[in-house]
């Protein structure tokens, strides 16, 4: 009952200051016992969790313009912000080892949320430690293959961003066999020999342009991101 109670307090959003000290004591219950990983799954805090996700990943596209006015004001931002990255802290530890967390995570469409806190640097690492979990707690090749398509479609200006998914995709592959199987089956090594394509004369004294806004550092650190991952990727799999 006390649980539910917190949840409903965060549900209703009365004040965002009582939504972040209710966040601070369901973590501190989410650390003191695994047990309450799957209690917090049974009352339905993890979807409550979910749909305050949902929130800030609206409340991130209306703050870099990149959707129409959704009605969310932005007053308190900094408060909503903290308030958000203390639920997105506490579904990572919901997922982590978690399979059945990771299962009601998804279908409460999470992974939608995922696809744009990636997109912004200021919430990428929250993003892909997420996307990180999803993979490693069911390894649906859904989940993968999200990961490869955005790969896939970045642009040689968004270097940070691939650098940053892989790093994602090699903790991924290094983990778990599961994970390095569904990379396999879905075309995971044609995505990342594109990369290597596509960056052909691309360290060279006079690179094409579209490589001339990056730095050699850059294009040094895609390149062994690229091949670290394909080497883990091929790690005891025949």
């Not at 009582?18 to 004591?25: A, E, G, Q, V």
Request: aromatic share 8%; proline share 2%; glycine share 4%.
């Amino acid at each position: 009952k006390e649980l539910i109670a917190l949840s409903l307090l965060i549900r209703t959003q009365c004040s965002i200051s009582c939504n972040i000290l209710c966040m601070d004591t369901l973590l501190s219950i989410l650390r003191h016992n695994v047990i309450f990983k799957d209690v917090f799954r049974e009352v339905g805090i993890l979807e409550v969790f979910v749909s305050c996700l949902h929130t800030f990943s609206a409340l991130i596209k209306k703050k870099y313009g990149d959707c129409e006015d959704n009605g969310l004001i932005l007053d308190n931002i900094e408060e909503q912000e903290k308030f958000s990255y203390l639920v997105i802290e506490a579904l990572t530890i919901l997922m982590n080892g978690n399979v059945g967390n990771a299962s009601v995570f998804r279908e409460a469409d999470g992974p939608q949320c995922i696809n744009t806190l990636v997109t912004f640097a200021e919430t990428r690492q929250a993003g892909l430690g997420l996307s990180q979990q999803l993979i490693l707690n069911g390894a649906a090749e859904d989940d993968m293959a999200a990961l490869m398509e955005l790969l896939h479609t970045t642009s040689a200006d968004q270097t940070s961003l691939r650098i940053d998914v892989l790093k994602t995709l090699y903790n991924c592959l290094k983990e778990s066999h599961r994970c390095r199987t569904t990379f396999r089956k879905v075309g995971g090594f044609v995505y990342l020999m594109n990369i290597l394509v596509s960056m052909e004369k691309s360290v060279v004294n006079e690179p094409p342009d579209v490589w001339l806004a990056v730095s050699n550092d850059k294009l040094l650190t895609l390149l062994y991101s690229v091949f670290s991952t394909l080497t883990t990727a091929m790690r005891f799999e025949p």
